[in-house]
Structure formats: structure tokens, C-alpha cells
């Protein structure tokens, strides 16, 4: 076999040759976070005693696509945000979360097309972590846009609310070079794996996308796709 996927996989390959010898110019560091000007809108205080217990939740995770008319609230959506992206610790300037993060550099940021959320109103959202805060970045029905560039799975425009996962390449690839692709869908992974978990423990069906049209899913999301570009989804809501 071979193709742009196996090169890839060859030419990003770490031996014992090739690691090493490289220090990182800090003076060029990307920036950890992305602030938009936009409407904030505060978080709920996450709750961490109780719950499911992870044994359970990870027993019965499963994927589903058929979600019903309910909403959820704004309290669940934090606590699912906090699954995904919570701070749980603090070291200098690092935000450590609930997801492991190759290099601590944290690549991914987390946009959100809220469909039927209480007490928000439907549109484009913005995760900015350091004030746990969502920025309002546009109103209207963005569910069925990315139902349609989703490859027309129609799940999208019937959930609650979909988590939208974009990479921004040059915070990992300062360090990592072109291995940071490797390890920004790694992190990817992670942060879903804990929102189903989440979504289980609250008894709601999660379903994890990776089939979309990659620059309708980048335009509908803002982002250039070259040096920010979605790379993961997942559609959520009540069971049906
Ligand atoms: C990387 C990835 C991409 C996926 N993309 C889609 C998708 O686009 N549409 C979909 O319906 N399910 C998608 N899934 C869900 C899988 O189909 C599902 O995980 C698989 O069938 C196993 O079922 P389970 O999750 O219930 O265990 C995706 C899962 C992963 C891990």
C-alpha cells in the first residue's frame, strides 16, 4: 500500500537518527488561547462529586443518531464542556485539563452550534477557556448548514447542541513540525472520548463525526483551514 497517508506516516516517523538536537525558539511561540470580540456569556460552576460512576458510563457508551425535540440545559452544557476542556489544574501559563495534550500545547479549540440549549439562544459559540466563558460569535440556525456540510447526516441539525473541534496547527507544529498533525488528532480523540462519557453519565446519546465536507465545514465555522481547520465533531441530545 501506498499514498499520501503511508508517506505521511514515514516521513513524520521519529528513529533514532533523526530525534533530538532541536531546541524550540520560545520567542515564537504561538499563542495559547483564541479570544474573539464577541458577547460573553459565563459558564456554570462544574459539578465533580457524584454522578455516574466511570466504570458504568464507559460500559454504556455507545454512538446515537436520533435525538428528540428536548432541550438541554445550559448547567448540562457546562458540565459537558468541562468533560471536554476543564481546567484542572494550573502551572505558569498552562491550563491542564480533563484531556491529555501532547507537549501540553493544547491545540484544539472548541466551537459550539447550539441548536436547543435553555437560556441560550441558538447560533455559533466560542469556548474561551481562561475566563470559562462562552463568546457569542453569531445568531441563526447553524445546525442545518452543518448538517449539510457533514456530509448531510442529518443528525446534526437534530441534536441539542454540536460540539464543533477545530485544530490550530501552528501551536502544535512550533514543536512538533509536521508529526503535530499525528498528535493533534490524538487530542482530538481524547476530548470526544470524554464527552461521550459525559453524555452517558447524564443518560443523553452523543455521536462523533468525522465525515464532512472540509472547507464548507470551515467556512460555516470561520476558520481558514490551513492554519486553523476542523478536524472532529459530535452531535448531541436526548434519546428518542
Ligand atoms: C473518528 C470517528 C469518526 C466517526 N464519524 C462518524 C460519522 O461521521 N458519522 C457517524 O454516524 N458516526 C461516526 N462515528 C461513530 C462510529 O460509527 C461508531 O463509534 C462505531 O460504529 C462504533 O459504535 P459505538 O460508538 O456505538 O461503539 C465516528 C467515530 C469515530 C471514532
Not at 50 to 70: I, L, N, T, Y
Not at 169 to 176: D, H
Not at 204 to 211: N, R, S, W
Amino acid at each position: 500500500m501506498q499514498g499520501i497517508g503511508t508517506d505521511f506516516q514515514e516521513l513524520t516517523s521519529y528513529t533514532r537518527r533523526n530525534v533530538g538536537g532541536r531546541s524550540l525558539d520560545w520567542s515564537k511561540k504561538p499563542p495559547t488561547f483564541k479570544r474573539y470580540e464577541a458577547p460573553r456569556i459565563p459558564l456554570a460552576t462544574p459539578e465533580i462529586e457524584g454522578g455516574m460512576p466511570v466504570w458504568k458510563a464507559m460500559q454504556r457508551r455507545r454512538s446515537h443518531r436520533d435525538f428528540s425535540e428536548d432541550s438541554i440545559s445550559s448547567e448540562t452544557l457546562s458540565q459537558l464542556i468541562w468533560a471536554t476542556q476543564g481546567v484542572t489544574a494550573v502551572a505558569g501559563d498552562t491550563l491542564f485539563r480533563t484531556a491529555p495534550s501532547a507537549g501540553g500545547l493544547f491545540p484544539i479549540e472548541t466551537y459550539l452550534v447550539i441548536n436547543r440549549v435553555e437560556k441560550l439562544e441558538s447560533g455559533l459559540y466560542h469556548l474561551f477557556l481562561p475566563e470559562w466563558e462562552l463568546e457569542f460569535l453569531s445568531p441563526g440556525n447553524y445546525g442545518v448548514p452543518l448538517a449539510q456540510a457533514a456530509l448531510d447526516q442529518g443528525m446534526m441539525a437534530q441534536a441539542a447542541v454540536d460540539f464543533v473541534w477545530t485544530a490550530v496547527i501552528p501551536r502544535s507544529a512550533w514543536k512538533y513540525e509536521q508529526r503535530a498533525y499525528r498528535y493533534i488528532y490524538l487530542d482530538a480523540a481524547h476530548i470526544c472520548q470524554n464527552l461521550y462519557l459525559a453524555c452517558e453519565a447524564f443518560g443523553l446519546g452523543c455521536c462523533a463525526v468525522g465525515a464532512f465536507f472540509d472547507s464548507e465545514a470551515n467556512q460555516l465555522i470561520g476558520v481558514d483551514g490551513n492554519e486553523e481547520t476542523v478536524i472532529y465533531m459530535a452531535a448531541i441530545g436526548k434519546k428518542q
